[in-house]
């Protein structure tokens, strides 16, 4: 965007304007004896401490409640690959939503690379400084990798919230989704549209959420995903050994044929037509940004149940339910990763928050209902104890 395209006027640039956050001391800085506390000479106290036992981090720096949100700027929300600059303003945004909903102090890092192993390099080397690690609009598959290296060589909680936060919140939504149609997510045949870092995430969590693999077909910009497909690796390879049982070929018109559920994460646009072969009494999860898959008024003439990741229709698949009390959580319990029993256990415990008044329009809480992240971080910190990668 060029300089002529601001608009001073414009509320959104001018609420940007310097920025969204700061940086704020928590302690007095108004008199000498302040000085020599914070600073030198009291400070190399500290400093020897920690030299002689490195857990006192936790206790004497802001690690305990502090996550570093990493970013290459290569698959920001819609705008794709835009750069570190240009990806800033959402970082900073993730950052204050981090505060606001969890408690949790997080520090943008916009990494001017797009190697995968400068990026892997870069973060363990900043990892000392920070409790947790948010990957952030990181395009596939180099996320995937990245991710995994991470995950593998620190011992702090690795998250890529395109992935996983979103796929939270799917499975939260589609719990309560099938117990508002008295149906059984091992009973339901769901067709996942998009096999990127949303798409895969989404298909694993549904699985490990309790749906069966064998109801599973995904679909990518190829068409269905199968064993007929000798093309696939990575991943997409994993997809095609594990689900899609009825070994199906086609679009997601034949992947759409009497399922159950539609998820959407691809982007791209799926005809009326392809809805309209959906089984009675389908779910519709048209997750694209900002323009579904299927128009939510088009989705809502074939299905009863029908979300979106857009503010202004019900039930909004918004990440911001899951990704502050998934890291307050871990963070609480000093855990080492986050496992796929934690993730689930998000998934129940933003179910929970409204499975008392559930109706079609409301399966899933507002992204401003203060309940959930409370919830949410309870249930992580209870699994990832369960799970035995809990410090404390």
Same mark, same amino acid.
């Given at each position: ?130 409790? &947790? ?39 939260? +939504? ?84 009497? +399922? ?20 009675? &009494? ?26 979106? &990741? ?11 339910? +899951? ?11 000093? +855990? ?57």
């Amino acid at each position: 965007m060029s300089s002529s395209t601001v608009d001073p006027a414009d509320p959104v640039f001018q609420l940007h304007r310097g920025g969204k956050m700061a940086v704020t001391s928590t302690v007095p800085l108004t008199s000498r004896e302040d000085l020599s506390l914070a600073y030198t000479p009291g400070v190399a106290r500290v400093c020897e401490a920690i030299a002689a036992d490195p857990a006192l981090v936790d206790d004497y720096t802001w690690v305990s409640h502090t996550v570093a949100v990493v970013t290459d700027g290569s698959a920001v929300l819609g705008l794709g690959n835009i750069g570190p600059r240009a990806a800033l303003p959402v970082m900073e945004g993730k950052a204050v939503l981090f505060k606001q909903f969890g408690g949790v102090d997080a520090v943008p890092v916009c990494l001017d690379t797009q190697d995968v192993d400068e990026i892997v390099a870069v973060v363990r080397a900043l990892a000392p400084s920070f409790g &947790g690690i948010n990957l952030e609009d990181i395009s596939a598959p180099r996320c995937f990798e990245i991710e995994r290296r991470l995950d593998e060589a620190l011992d702090i909680p690795v998250f890529h919230d395109d992935q996983h936060g979103t796929a939270i919140v799917v499975l939260a +939504a589609l719990r309560n989704a099938a117990t508002l149609l008295d149906r059984k997510l091992g009973d339901l045949r769901v067709a996942v549209s998009g096999a990127g870092a949303a798409g895969v995430a989404v298909t694993k969590m549904l699985i490990a959420g309790g749906v069966n693999p064998d109801q599973v077909v995904v679909c990518d910009s190829k068409g269905i995903i199968g064993r007929h497909r000798t093309e696939l690796t990575g991943t997409k390879a994993e997809l095609a050994a594990s689900t899609n049982a009825d070994g199906r070929h086609g679009d997601i018109s034949e992947a759409l044929r009497d +399922a159950d559920v539609l998820v959407g994460v691809s982007g791209g646009q799926i005809p009326e037509a392809a809805v309209a072969q959906m089984a009675p &009494g389908g779910i519709v999860f048209a997750l694209a940004n900002p323009t579904p898959e299927v128009h939510p008024e088009v989705a809502a003439r074939h299905v009863a149940v029908v979300a979106t &990741g857009r503010s202004d229709y019900p039930n909004q698949i918004n990440n911001v339910l +899951a990704f502050p009390g998934v890291f307050r959580g871990a963070l609480d319990a000093g +855990a080492t990763r986050i496992t796929e029993a934690m993730k689930v256990a998000a998934a129940d415990a933003i179910a929970g928050v409204v499975a008392e008044s559930l109706t079609a329009d409301a399966i899933v809480p507002s992204p401003l209902d203060p309940r959930v992240a409370p919830a949410v971080a309870e249930a992580v910190a209870e699994a990832a104890r369960r799970d035995g990668v809990a410090r404390r």
